[in-house]
């Protein structure tokens, strides 16, 4: 019966098996043995990574990367724990309102998003025009084809995934908790200090690997808004597979698995700084 029962089981697994077999594992398996390949002879060579880490063509796209996630990131979660906070406290109703919205705006990102902030911010946009004719100071020249633009967009679709992974911790803090606080005279700052936010810290870690991870993979928004003219990770990767005159598949392999190491150490050091925290609290 037992094996009955796992055969069946087993047999249930197996689409989803072969989905990660052909859409991962192999994909992953073909770049990392590309990235080591010598363009042209097919040796095996670590040229491509040398190339990368020597070249400041290379560099300023890893840099503008790792600047661009990791901000956007941090300003993400401190703004979704304010939404995150107003879900929690909201009744039932407003509750469903919120988190229909969020679930709704969480997916308006890639070209959408790129061309909605062209007609908000763009030279000729809605917000650019009235801050021109109302001498707005920061509408009336702004430039959304730059790094602050790029980050704004990031930022945009950072904060409904980060109150959407941030709101449920909320709940872990009971009404009990804060009456025990009062009780005891303690203030609002002693009461997030000690009680709050140990109890929400773990789900901020998580939140900013997966943000981190969600910003540094970002493609379609960049691209849309300011095409190869900005140096990032996955335009850079994108024009080495799809190059207009010679494609330079060994190297943007290897731009692949630096991109997948610098996702892997954040995963590794936000659960190793989480670890370290609980074993302090």
């Given amino acids: ?21 052909l859409f991962e594992l192999m994909p992953l398996a073909n770049i990392l ?67 229909t919205t969020l ?3 969480s997916n308006f990102q890639g070209i959408v998003l790129a061309f909605a902030f ?17 001498s707005l100071a920061g509408l009336n020249d702004y430039d959304l084809y730059t790094t602050s633009g790029i980050l704004i967009t990031f930022i945009y679709f950072q904060i409904p995934l980060a109150t959407l992974l941030l709101y449920p911790s909320f709940d872990g803090i009971k009404t009990e908790y804060k009456e025990a ?33 969600n910003a540094l993979a970002a493609y379609a928004t960049p691209y849309a808004l300011l095409g190869n003219n900005f140096a990032l990770l996955p335009i850079r990767i994108s024009s080495m597979f799809t190059g207009d005159i010679v494609q330079q598949v060994e190297l943007g392999s290897a731009l692949s698995i630096v ?4 996702m892997s150490t954040m995963t590794v050091l936000s659960n190793s700084l989480l670890k370290k925290f609980r074993k302090g609290v």
């Avoid at 000690?194 to 943000?211: A, E, Q, R, W, Y």
């Avoid at 991109?259 to 610098?262: A, E, R, S, Y």
């Fill in 103 to 105: 679930n709704m705006t």
């Fill in 259 to 262: 991109m997948l190491v610098l």
């Fill in 118 to 134: 062209i007609l908000l911010l763009g030279n000729s946009g809605i917000l650019t025009t009235l801050g021109e004719r109302w």
């Fill in 181 to 213: 606080a009062s009780l005891m005279n303690a203030t609002t700052w002693q009461f997030w200090s000690k009680i709050g936010l140990p109890l929400v810290l773990p789900s901020i870690f998580g939140t900013f690997s997966v943000l981190f991870s």
């Fill in 33 to 99: 043995i590309n990235s080591f390949l010598e363009p042209g002879t097919g040796g095996i060579t670590l040229s491509n990574f040398t190339t990368i880490f020597t070249s400041d063509y290379y560099l300023m796209s890893i840099k503008n990367s790792l600047f661009v996630s990791v901000l956007s990131a941090l300003i993400g979660i401190a703004i979704a724990l304010l939404g995150a906070y107003a879900i929690h406290a909201a009744g039932d109703r407003m509750k469903k309102f919120y988190i």
């Fill in 1 to 21: 019966m037992f094996q009955n029962e796992k055969r069946k089981y087993l047999i249930l697994l197996l689409p989803f098996a072969l989905l990660i077999l």
